[in-house]
């Protein structure tokens, strides 16, 4: 009898989770797109399982559960279950690698902020499978890829084919970090805003010296606060050194450049040297971490910084105080900013795992997950919850901010390809997007952009897994001498012995064949 009642009341149990699950998502039928492209739904109605290797960044806190309102959305509207194993981005190679090497392969794998070396696992060891031909059955994705074939030429592998369906949110502000001062301090100075590397200097003295924030005390001003790699990167500019991480460069000629190896490099490195000896800096700029140098910025006490942005970065507060810096150039050169380009990365593979007969019902989930309702609920959770479709058919986020969309849905983490032609015709933008996008018109308005934008070198060609690792080490070396060799004539002075030395060392470590690595894989994708 006790076993009656438990089995009656687990089917009432599971008759009303059914009812519950059917009320709060009742299956779509169709989903219609921006520019005309519809899907009929559901994928199929026979059973159809699918396994997912899924990467989360380590700061998201979310569980792809069941019972995770995302997980159970899909399902609803396709019919198609996944099983998903959830891995963080810190532990992403490890499991990746163990995956590959096991044989026992998910039937699809979503990188997000991981990697995966396709041309490793897909072009030489057929794992991962070329989608070229899975396109046919993804109307949604290919009417947005034709529009601009280049945008995806990035996911091309060495032998002519996609094996990554291609992932966006491109708002079309292609460039570094900017660079901000304090407006208040200049007007409290009475000193004009600064438009060259020496006047630049005499406003950080002042800031320091004459109590520019008024209280009193002429000693507790803050000039220039950053991390090393964000001055490193951004001091260059003034001397047209578009200078990035990887430490290269493509001339307007199209010849890659070693940043160091650059006519003006040493005196961007001077510049550093200079705010360090006469206490410009931060003197912590050189070794402190992010999170060091916000808790800087929030105490609103700074002269200069260089940053993505000033709004939802986490220090909204030197919104009182800070402006944009219109760009410096040095004598006889002119300021260039590092910009990347529009490019599609890989994001979802599918793989050698799926049997033959379902892999249209594959093509298929992703495309569902590529139309206009599907992508902003993958970003930002249910609808009228967060975002809303507002009176222009445009996805719009409420006054809220985008804060809690963990709860629900996949963010950053998830699937969407959203070129910047059609980002902006399907999304407001929010006003730190609309920030970015002024500074970047300000920027191409007094030609401060790259000819041929650096980006095309880390995200656009292709190399072959030999040439990645060969790079890969050389980059390896170079960066360890580079770091050492510039911090310490930041904090100690440059002198003919220092300079020549590191350069003497950079060649030896193999900095030309790095730049010929680049080159000849530049001059590939300008050929195809």
């Given at each position: 009898m006790k076993k009656s009642l438990v089995a009656l009341l687990l089917?009432?149990?599971?008759?009303?989770?059914?009812?519950?699950?059917a009320e709060e998502f009742t299956p779509r039928t169709v989903l219609t797109n921006s520019d005309g492209t519809s899907m009929d739904l559901p994928i199929t109605t026979e059973p159809v399982t699918f396994t997912v290797m899924q990467c989360i960044r380590d700061t998201d806190a979310t569980t792809l559960s069941?019972?995770?309102?995302?997980?159970?959305?899909?399902e609803a509207d396709t019919g198609v279950h996944m099983e998903y194993t959830q891995v963080n981005t810190s532990d992403w190679s490890t499991q990746t690698n163990l995956m590959f090497a096991s044989g026992d392969y998910a039937d699809i794998i979503i990188r997000s902020n991981g990697t995966i070396d396709t041309e490793m696992y897909g072009v030489d060891q057929g794992i991962i499978i070329?989608?070229?031909?899975?396109?046919?059955?993804?109307?949604?994705?290919?009417?947005?890829?034709?529009?601009d074939p280049a945008y995806y030429s990035s996911i091309i592998r060495s032998d002519g084919h996609m094996y990554g369906f291609p992932k966006a949110a491109?708002?079309?502000?292609?460039?570094?970090?900017?660079?901000?001062?304090?407006?208040?301090?200049?007007?409290n100075l009475g000193l004009e805003m600064p438009d060259t590397p020496e006047k630049l200097l005499d406003a950080l003295r002042a800031f320091i010296k004459e109590d520019a924030n008024g209280n009193g005390d002429a000693t507790d001003e803050i000039g220039y606060e950053a991390v090393f790699d964000e001055m490193q990167n951004n001091i260059p500019s003034m001397w047209g050194i578009g200078e990035r991480n990887?430490?290269?460069?493509?001339?307007?000629?199209?010849?890659?450049?070693?940043?160091?190896?650059?006519?003006?490099?040493?005196?961007?490195?001077?510049?550093?040297?200079?705010?360090?000896?006469e206490g410009l800096m931060d003197p912590a700029t050189i070794t402190q971490d992010s999170n060091t140098k916000i808790a800087v910025y929030n105490q609103n006490n700074i002269g200069m910084a260089t940053c993505h942005r000033l709004r939802s970065m986490g220090w909204d507060v030197l919104l009182e105080d800070m402006v944009w810096l219109p760009p410096i150039s040095a004598e006889g050169c002119q300021f260039q900013c590092s910009t990347s380009i529009g490019a599609a990365s890989e994001d979802c593979y599918l793989t050698v795992a799926i049997p033959e007969d379902k892999l249209e019902i594959a093509a298929k989930w992703v495309d569902y997950l590529m139309c206009d309702q599907s992508m902003y609920e993958t970003f930002y959770g249910p609808e009228d919850n967060i975002w809303s479709w507002n009176a222009d058919g445009k996805c719009e986020i409420g006054p809220a901010g985008d804060q809690g969309v963990m709860e629900y849905s996949m963010g950053v983490n998830g699937i969407y390809y959203l070129p910047s032609f059609y980002y902006n015709e399907t999304f407001v933008q929010p006003d730190y997007r609309v920030e970015r996008i002024e500074y970047m018109a300000y920027y191409k308005e007094n030609g401060c952009l790259q000819k041929n934008p650096s980006g095309i070198l880390s995200n656009a060609v292709s190399l072959t897994p030999d040439l990645a690792a060969e790079k890969t080490?050389?980059?390896?070396?170079?960066?360890?001498?580079?770091d050492q060799a510039v911090a310490d004539m930041i904090m100690h002075g440059v002198t003919d012995a220092a300079w020549d030395s590191m350069i003497s060392s950079l060649k030896a470590a193999g900095a030309d064949r790095y730049v010929e690595i680049y080159q000849n894989a530049y001059d590939e994708y300008l050929a195809k």
């Open positions: 089917a009432l149990a599971m008759i009303l989770s059914c009812c519950a699950y069941p019972d995770f309102w995302y997980v159970k959305k899909c070329p989608v070229d031909d899975l396109l046919q059955y993804m109307p949604v994705l290919k009417a947005r890829m034709d529009v491109d708002d079309g502000t292609r460039l570094g970090n900017g660079w901000f001062i304090n407006k208040t301090w200049l007007d990887e430490h290269f460069m493509i001339d307007d000629d199209g010849k890659v450049i070693f940043t160091p190896f650059h006519e003006h490099y040493r005196e961007a490195v001077e510049f550093m040297a200079t705010m360090y000896a080490q050389i980059f390896a070396n170079l960066e360890t001498i580079y």
